[in-house]
């Protein structure tokens, strides 16, 4: 594994769609948010922490919650934020 320019947005985006059948068969919303974020990184191990921080967020949800991911460039860094939501 190498350090390449990838696009955090665009991995996000994978993560979530690679999720799409386990939100759906618990009945958890996933929405992604942001814009494109260029990063310098190992796209294989973002790949991973993305798709494992949105897993946990499906997985310990409740039927009807949510999970909201957003991928942006900050203050001179690029960042995924995961929020869930809990319906009760």
């Not at 191990?45 to 946990?56: E, G, Q, T």
């Amino acid at each position: 594994m190498k350090w390449e320019d990838c696009d955090l947005y665009r991995i996000t985006e994978n993560a979530v769609d690679s999720l799409e059948v386990a939100a759906t068969a618990l009945d958890v919303e996933v929405t992604i948010g942001g814009s494109d974020a260029p990063i310098r990184a190992i796209p294989q191990l973002l790949y991973s922490i993305v798709y494992n921080l949105c897993d946990n967020g499906i997985k310990y949800n409740h039927s009807g919650g949510s999970v909201e991911v957003n991928s942006e460039v900050g203050k001179g860094t690029d960042l995924t934020s995961i929020k869930r939501q809990l319906v009760s």
